[in-house]
């Protein structure tokens, strides 16, 4: 278990944290990102699921090794489908006009602070 920022994941996208992590509230983070730019995978893992919010706006889940699963919203365009493997920094698609991505680590169903596991 990664803390202090050591973490075993990459930020998935460039911009910087524009709203911390808050349980219950927001159960990740929110990274500026202009739309068109690319949102990678934060780690290496499997796509778990493809599901769509109430605006249809996609959503990703990955998971990974030691029973964690990333989560991914705000993207417009995907490059990765259901059951696809990717790797580290692997594009998943590109950011929406949202003008942020927003990233979550879950342990099992719990949200964790995803700023304990980025490196």
Known sequence: AASGGGGRFSMPASGAI????????????D???????????AGKGTVAAITRDTAG???VVLRHDGGLMTVY????GLD?????????????G?????????????????SVDPEDYLN
């Open 57 to 59: 706006t996609p959503i």
């Open 80 to 92: 990765v489908a259901k059951g696809d493997s990717v790797s580290t920094g692997q594009s998943l």
């Open 94 to 110: 590109k950011a929406g006009n949202g003008g942020f991505v927003h990233f979550e680590v879950r342990r099992g169903f719990d």
């Open 73 to 76: 919203t705000g993207l417009d």
């Open 31 to 41: 990274i500026a990102a202009p739309a068109g730019s690319p949102v990678k995978a």
């Open 18 to 29: 524009i709203r911390v992590y808050e349980k219950g509230k927001n159960d990740g983070i």
